[in-house]
Every structure is written in C-alpha cells, then in structure tokens.
C-alpha cells in the first residue's frame, strides 16, 4: 500500500511538472530580454549589497578592537560599524588609487580576502541590522502611517538607483572621476581631465569606483552599481537617524520619516551624490558622542573625532561636522568635570576630536599635496589650473549673502529652496523646522535625562548652522542647502523631540500632541504622494523590465543632450572636443576626447586670459582641439542670470567665435556642434 502511493505522488508529480512545463514554454513569463535586465539589476544590487556588508563587517572588526564593543543599541552598532567600514574602505582605494592598482582584479581579491577574513563579523552585523529593523517597528496607527512612507520612498529610491544615472553632478564628477580613475589604474589624470573636482576630497568616489571596479563596464552597469551604492548610503542614513531617536527614548520610525520628508533627500536616494554618505557619517559622530556621553571612555572621543574627519573626507563643507562635534564634546566635558577644570576638560575634549578629525583627513591633504603642490587645491590660493581668476569665479564672493540674509539661510532655504529651481537647489520640507520649534515650547516639560541627550543635538546643529552662515558670508556657492546635509540627523531627532515636547503640552481641551501627529503625517503624505509623481515621470520601469536600452532612457530624460554627446562619440579617434557651458561628459566614449566646462567658466576666462575669438581659436589648435561642443541653453540661461559675471562684450565676442568655427552638426536651439578649421 506505501509503495503505490509513493508511486502515485510520484506521478502527481511528474504530471504537475510536465503541464507546467509545457504551458510556460508556450507562454513565457519573461523573455529572454526581461530575464536579462533583471539579472542585470540583481547584479547590481549585489554589488552595492556586498559592499555595504562588507562596510559593516570591518567597521565591527575596527571598533570591536578599539574598545567600543559595548553599545546597547542594535541600531547604533549597526550605523558606527557601516559608517566606519565605508570610511576605512574609501581610505582603502584611495591608496589602492595612489599605487596605480585600480584594476577589476586587485578589487575583487581585495573583496574575496575581506569576507573570508571578516565572514563571522559580517553575520553579526546582518543579525544586528536585523535587530535594528525590528526595533524600528512602529508601535501605533499612526507611526504605521510614517513607516510606510519611510518603506515607500525608500523603494522608489532603489527602483530608480537601478535605472542609467541622469543627474547632473553624477554626470560631471560623482561617477565621471571614478570611471576616469578606472580607465587610467590610477588617480592620475590626463591634463585635459584634470580639474577642480579632482582636489576635492573624495571618499565617496573612492567607494563608488570600488563599486565600479567589481561590477566593470564604467560607466555602464559600473555606474548603475554605484548608483545603487548610493541609495544604500541613504538607507542607512534614516536607520541611523531613527536609531539615535530610539537611544535617546524617542519613536525612531518619525525619525526616519522626518529625514525622508524632505523632497529633495527622497530624490537623493539614487543620484550617487556624496550627500547621503556624509549624513551617515555624521549621524555616526553623533552616536559616538553619545557612548562618551554615558561611558566617559576615551576611545569613544577620539572614534567621534574619525567619524568627523571621514564627514570632511566627503566634501570640504563636511568640516562643519568635526567642528560641531567638538562643540558637543566640548559642552559634554563642561557638564561631568569639576569647577576648578570645567574649562579645561572642555578643551581637552574639543581638540581631541578636532585632532582625530584633522589625522583621518590629512590624506586628501596629502594627495592634492603631491598632485597639485597646494594641499587644499582648488580653495585658498592659486595652484595648478586654478588661478585667481577661476577661484573667484568659482566662489563668487562679491554675490555672497549678506547681514540677516546670511544669519536666516536656513529659513529662507526651506520656504523659498526648490529642487532645481533656483540657488538654494533643495526641497526641505516643513518639518525640519517646524517641529524643532515646538520642541522649544516643551523644552522645560522634558524630563532631564532626555533633556541632556538633546542638548548635544541642539549644540550640533547650532554650531554646523554657524559654520554654513559663515560660508555664506563668503561665496555664494554657499546657498546650496545640500553643502550642509550633514545637520540634517540632529535636526532630524530634534523634530522627534518636539513630537515629544507636544505630549508634554496636551490639555484635556486641546491634545496638541493628536493634531501635530496628524499634520506631520499630512505632510509625509503630500511627500510621498511627490516623490511618486516624480518617479512615474522617470518611468524606470521600461529600463528595468528591458523594454528600453540605456540610451533610449537616458534621452527621454536628457533630451538633446544623448544625442549631442552621441555625435561627440561618433566623431573620429583623434577628434578632442572642448565644451562650453556644458560639465556633463560621464557618457563620453574616451576620456581623452572630451573636455568638459565644469565650472562654466571656460569662456569667461579665456576671454579675460586669451582675448579674442581669433586668439581662443588658435590657443585651441595649438593644444590639439578639433571640435567645440556649444550648450547654447546653458549660455542664454547664463545670459539672463542677472548675477552673471560675464559682460556683453563676452557674448558679442561668442558670436565672433561661431564665425571663427564650422558648424557640423546643430541639435535643436539646444546644442551645436563644431569643427575648428
């Protein structure tokens, strides 16, 4: 009897199969194509996911050995792990770059040697971020309401991180440098892609050109794989801020969804920007300085002090980090030391961040150094390509922010800042500011403890906002909000707070805490429902399924210029194309053809160096340029910007230039191609 019905399961089975077999064959669930894209974003997903772990398995290694193993908190660990991890592993290619070995090879034995080495710290670190996940699960209706947003922007983001990389500083040096790097073993550059952005520090770069190395084909799927890298930068970064709310006894989900609220951050999740990584590191500051905080070791201060100096190792603006850091530990040391040595133990904590901070970034120093013969080119003095000229330029001192507009960047930012739209280049949202100042209303009604952990937020979040109206009484650039995104996990757990604060002001009449709750997920809502729109109008989905190539991708959202840069790459092997206005040129078939404008100001300073249309023609013929690639757009948007530093005669002069040319090809009103005789 057993054996019979093992024979007839056996044949059930055999049935199921063959019908199911013979069905799909006729009526496939995915072509061949279909199959393919999704193998191809799974590829890159894994790449940006191993690299992500690895990231958390060595920052546990790191900080294990210093002497910080003794963090409660899932969350925090799984934050001061990846943040370090990533760190050391942008130092890491950074020397990899130096020594001439970026090669996909040196990478992956680089990888290989690095799990088997850290393979029980990689399953510590899933298992804490598991840990992180489900502490992070909102205890009521309402906080459910946040968390799907958080889910659902976050989503939006990977489906788009997945998708050809079609923002604008990706395509001028987030991904270009990287594929450059790649395409050279190296960190050296050819004159003619040498520029500003080389000086900068660069550890997100260095991550993403690991990420490209891995995954190969920069800046094809290499970048997609980066791109992808990017988001996880942005996962992390709302874990991270949810998880200093939930140190600290707050709902770390409103956290997360503060952070997320902003419309330009949810964008930012797949623009493979430096901006993400540098909230990561410095919301990684922020925990370290808490364990000091409760624990009194030194190690912790000194480990603050590496995670501001990775911050800086972001961008130059990251020194707000290192700096606001110190003030927080400065403020700490003040609260625990006696009378008589208050002052002293105050200064003692500060330098000691500011020290760690200064030795993690001194290698960027040291490589502009070696590079350029000025360790902070292209700031300060002139050096290499950079001169006076260009420096100012580049900084614009004399349309800098003034008096209270300085003093009130931040406001102005948030109510008059639109993504894209005008300087401040941000959407940031109603709550970074509005739920702070509720928490000033309820401030005295908190109990103490909670008090204590907010006030190195606030003093965070003071001293970086000092540091970003400073800059902005000196260079204009200053008005980009996204500079200093590093404040943004303070003022992210301080919205929290005055979620807090409200409860604190509830009266039987009015439940103040109900109503703000409601307004901030009416505004989550409004976010989520913009970040949608948004993401329909991308339509990665064609991209993802395989219904569309990369090309065709990139032109419905770049427009003329996929086609222009397509005709750039059809031009013959010794063809050198200069452009003008135009910085974008990560799609560039050889990096020795194009020569992109990327601070758009090419003809206003050969106009005040060179002169002449007939002379710039000549200085071009005699460095070995062959065609000139016109954003006419980008001149006539130039053109009408009333803070332009260009002068008619620049523009009279520039219609000599087209007479100087031939014209080879003209892409709409938008571009025109030229050939130099």
Known sequence: MTERRVVLALGAVAVTGTVLAAYYWVHKPLTPTQALALARSAVNLGVAALLTVLGGAMGRRLRCGWGGEDVAEAGERVILDAALGWGVGGLVFLALGLSGLYYGLAAWGLVIFGVLWLRREAGTWLRDLAAAARAAAPPDGAARLAAVVVLFTLALGL?????????????????????????????????QDFSLFTGMPQI???????????????????????????????????????????????????????????????????????????????AAMLAALRQWQHRSRPGWLLLAGVYGGLAWGCKYTGLAVPLAGAAGAAVIGLSRAHAQQRLRRAAWSGAAVLLAAGLVFSPWLLKNWLFTGSPVYPLMWPAADMDALRQWFYSRPDAAERGWRALAIFPRATFFGVQ?????????????????????????????????????????????????????????????????????????????GGMAAARQLDTPGLRLSVVLRGLVVFVLGLGGLETLTHFVSQNPMAYLIGAQTAAEYRADRLGWYERAMASVNALPDEARVVFLWETRSLTCAKAVRCDPDVVIDRWWHLRRTVGTAEAIVQQWREAGATHVLIYDTGARFVEADPRSAFVPADWAELEALRGQLELVEAFGLVYGLYAIP
């Open 204 to 282: 997100s770069e260095m991550l993403y050109t690991a990420a490209g190395l891995l995954r190969g084909d920069l800046p094809g799927e290499g970048a997609i794989a980066a791109q992808t890298l990017g988001w996880a930068f942005g996962a992390l970064a709302a874990l991270a801020v949810a998880s200093l709310a939930q140190a600290i006894g707050l709902a770390g989900i409103w956290a997360a969804a503060v952070l997320l609220s902003s419309f330009t951050v949810a964008l930012s999740l797949a623009w493979a920007y430096g901006d993400l990584l540098l909230v990561v590191f410095a």
């Open 420 to 496: 894209g739209g005008n300087a401040y280049d941000v959407t940031l949202g109603p709550l970074y500011l509005l739920l702070p100042l509720v928490l000033l209303f309820g401030w005295s009604r908190l109990p103490a403890s909670m008090r204590a952990e907010l006030r190195l937020m606030l003093v965070f979040g003071a001293v970086g906002y000092a540091a970003w109206v400073a800059l902005a009484l000196y260079s204009a650039l200053a008005t980009q909000a996204r500079l200093f995104f590093a404040l943004l996990p303070a003022l992210a757990v301080l919205g929290v």
């Open 159 to 191: 489906l788009r991180a997945l998708a050809p990389p079609v923002m604008w500083d990706a395509l001028v040096y987030h991904l270009t440098l990287p594929k450059l790097y790649a395409q050279g073993h190296g960190l050296r550059l050819a004159p």
